[in-house]
């Protein structure tokens, strides 16, 4: 058996919170979880109308790309995207600059 000299060991607790944090920016997956948390609340922050009928695809640099299943609720979106990026940011911070709204037609559609 071999005995080693080492520094002596800190042990200081560390919170589930502080360990959390620490893995979000190591693996820079803060974007990612911002965008869980948008399509947790979505139907509150775009409506219940629009929030059937889209859904957050994807969130880079500020931008979040939003898919409409109909190109008229791609319309009813850009009329209402001001208002969307107000409550999403009075909610979460200044997540979002702004939204990219598109129209995908689903191939699950006859």
Known sequence: MSVSIKKSRVNSLKSV????????????????????KL?????????????????????????????ADHPVYTSDFQLSKKEIISKINHQFGPLVKGISVFYRKSRFRK
């Open 17 to 36: 919170a502080d360990l959390f944090e620490k893995l979000v920016q190591e693996y820079s997956i803060q974007q990612e979880i911002s965008l869980e």
């Open 39 to 67: 399509k947790e609340n979505w139907s509150f922050l775009s409506g219940a109308v629009l929030s059937v009928h889209t859904h957050p695809i994807s969130l880079e640099d500020g931008i979040l790309r939003v898919e």
